[in-house]
């Protein structure tokens, strides 16, 4: 039943903000590209989410930028593609006070390089960076997210025996 309302992005940001570990982090997606190259999420300024200094706490930060370019890759890569995170580093700049946002893109270049790098059915993993912001633009920190992706074996080419 889950897979019905996951089947636009529409519906897949609709199923993400009821999920217990993004709703109760006060983390939202606000936007989705139906086209899955787009999304935009905000961490609110809850009581719970902020530290003892009265900054976002910095697990919050992080955990905001953790499902959005695997979510995204999912939306992307059809039915035919393993995506999920492989490694992540964040860089905090500043304290982030009240609401923080990010903004994921994936550009066309970087899904064909995807792509050509996994055709052979190689593990590929692309790097995104995102950056966390608050409402004034100023950037909080600095998100580093390593993606693994390849093809699932049914959709890879067959191994051609290597000639004596």
């Known amino acids: 039943m889950l897979r019905r309302f996951c089947r636009t992005a529409n519906g897949l940001r609709r199923v993400m903000n009821l999920w217990p570990p993004l709703l109760f982090s006060g983390i939202q997606i606000m936007e989705m590209s ?7 999420a905000r961490l609110r300024n809850w009581p719970l989410t902020r530290n003892l200094h009265g900054a976002q706490f910095g697990g919050s930060l992080f955990a905001m930028t ?16 393993y995506v999920w995170d492989k490694s992540s ?20 270049e970087q899904l064909a390089e995807i792509q050509e790098r996994t055709k052979e059915g190689e593990k590929f993993f692309p790097e995104f960076e995102v950056r966390i912001f608050d409402k004034s ?28």
């Open 89 to 108: 580093h964040i860089d905090f700049i500043k304290p982030g006070r009240g609401e923080v946002y990010i903004e994921c893109h994936i550009s066309s």
């Open 66 to 81: 953790d499902a959005a370019y695997s979510l995204m890759l999912n939306g992307l890569m059809s039915k035919k593609y």
């Open 137 to 164: 633009g100023e950037t909080v920190a600095i998100a580093k997210r390593v993606i693994y992706v390849r093809l699932k074996p049914s959709f890879r080419p067959p191994k051609v025996p290597a000639a004596e």
């Open 34 to 40: 139906e086209d899955y190259r787009y999304m935009k």
